[in-house]
Nanobody
């Protein structure tokens, strides 16, 4: 099992930037891919970005492509999401997740989840 703890959320204005972090511990050697998801009130959980943990190949949802960047540190202990040019539609609880199989966008394909961090973007 992989333990994930997100941080870095907050209240910002439209156009601002934030960087989310996700500290990973436990069986990180079993992780194939990690991803960021978000969930706004009354909406389903939405995939945002994903990264192959060893190979570093990245994937982005169309809604964030060009604004968000997913990355990890060299020690493979922390996942990041750099979010630029934020707008109110980015307001949500952001979750990081880890999968030991091939899922990218489907939440049920991910095995471990963090508790989430709130991002609020005011207009």
């Amino acid at each position: 099992q992989v333990r994930l703890v997100e941080s870095g959320g907050g209240l910002v204005q439209a156009g601002d930037s934030l960087r989310l972090s996700c500290a990973a511990s436990g069986r990180t050697d079993t992780v194939y891919r990690m991803g960021w998801f978000r969930q706004a009130p009354g909406k389903e959980r939405e995939w945002v970005a994903a990264l192959i943990w060893v190979g570093l190949t990245t994937y982005y949802a169309d809604s964030v492509k060009g604004r968000f960047t997913i990355s990890r540190d060299n020690a493979k202990t922390t996942l990041y999401l750099q979010m630029n040019n934020l707008n109110p539609s980015d307001t949500a609880v952001y979750y990081c997740a880890a999968t030991r199989s091939g899922g990218i966008v489907t939440p049920t394909r991910y095995d471990d989840w963090g508790q989430g961090t709130q991002v609020t973007v005011s207009s």
